[in-house]
């Protein structure tokens, strides 16, 4: 009798090469985990032990001094924070909304306007008024200063932002869609609100993220605008804690030395230092799960051309 040979499996064939570009994947992801873990860890350890024995993922010694000198600022810090959280939501949603409004008119060849307005959001990309122009425009002008509204409407609109999302809805909503959503009567509001902005939640999201991001880590305006103590963000009251912690180094050398060193020994400057990291950081990262999804998508549409 002759042996009829199975076929192969061609997922057994595939087996080896996906488990070596799996663990390739594996390594990559752990080594881009692997320093924040690190600042984590520092900032958790006794300052002397720090300088004595190096960075390590386990040290000898535990301690919350760089915590407990951050939070000496007390109700600032989360005074701070909750002026943070505002402006990246209430930032996030305005410029959602507007870059939204602005990509999907430039995306319609029915306005007869577009080529201006692509002209008018690709040039500012290219050149920018300055700091001075952009500066007497917010306090003079719009009178911005020492308001809430500094923090948020400089950084609402972003050119490039224009320009992803006015690509975006020319590949991802078909002219169908608009065209039928016109025959039955729908306005212009109507069909952006109820069946684009539906239909790319996925880009939406993308450049939501993106702001987000933008409005967590800003501490330039808060320098430019804001004085009052009520107003100052998360990241610039941190800037000025280390500034204020600098300077108290700097000037330390010009103490007796008994007073220099007492000085010296109580301020946990590096462990301070990712102490701040790790608050700027991490509730910002606890927010990228929730635009996964979407994020994903945004950034794969169009990758095939049908």
């Known amino acids: 009798m002759t042996k009829t040979k199975r076929p192969k499996d061609p997922h057994a064939l595939s087996f080896g090469p996906n488990l070596i570009i799996n663990l390739l994947i594996g390594v990559?992801?752990?080594?881009?985990?692997?320093?924040?873990?690190?600042?984590?860890?520092?900032?958790?350890?006794?300052?002397?032990?720090?300088?004595?024995?190096?960075?390590?993922?386990?040290p000898e010694k535990f301690s919350l001094a760089a915590y407990a000198y951050i939070f000496q600022a007390g109700d600032q810090l989360l005074h701070s924070y909750g002026i943070t959280i505002f402006i990246t939501i209430v930032g996030t949603i305005l410029s959602v909304l507007i870059t939204g409004l602005y990509a999907y008119a430039l995306s319609r060849d029915s306005f007869k306007y577009r080529k201006l307005f692509n002209f008018l959001a690709f040039f500012t990309m290219l050149f920018g008024g300055g700091l001075v122009p952009t500066y007497i425009v917010c306090?003079?002008?719009?009178?911005?200063?020492?308001?809430?509204?500094?923090?948020?409407?400089?950084?609402?609109?972003?050119?490039?932002?224009?320009?992803?999302?006015?690509?975006?809805?020319?590949?991802?909503?078909?002219?169908?869609?608009?065209?039928?959503?016109?025959?039955?009567?729908?306005?212009?509001?109507?069909?952006?609100?109820?069946?684009?902005?539906?239909?790319?939640?996925?880009?939406?999201?993308?450049?939501?993220?993106?702001?987000?991001?933008?409005f967590w880590n800003d501490w330039f305006n808060a320098l430019l605008y804001i004085d009052n103590p009520k107003l100052i963000p998360l990241q610039y009251l941190l800037m000025r804690i280390e500034n204020s912690m600098d300077f108290l180094i700097q000037n330390a050398t010009k103490l007796s030395s008994s007073q220099s060193a007492t000085i010296l020994q109580s301020l946990p400057r590096e462990t301070t230092r990712m102490a701040m990291v790790v608050l700027a950081t991490v509730p910002i990262a606890l927010a990228y799960p929730f635009f996964q999804k979407y994020f994903v998508q945004g950034l794969t549409i169009g990758a095939v051309k049908e």
């Open 139 to 214: 306090t003079n002008i719009l009178h911005l200063r020492d308001s809430i509204w500094a923090l948020i409407l400089p950084m609402i609109l972003n050119p490039f932002f224009i320009i992803v999302l006015r690509t975006f809805f020319k590949t991802s909503i078909p002219d169908s869609v608009v065209e039928s959503a016109y025959i039955d009567g729908a306005g212009e509001w109507r069909i952006f609100f109820q069946i684009v902005f539906p239909l790319s939640l996925p880009g939406l999201a993308t450049i939501g993220l993106f702001s987000a991001l933008g």
């Open 28 to 58: 990559f992801a752990l080594l881009c985990v692997l320093p924040f873990i690190l600042v984590v860890m520092i900032s958790f350890t006794d300052e002397k032990t720090l300088l004595l024995n190096g960075y390590r993922l386990f």
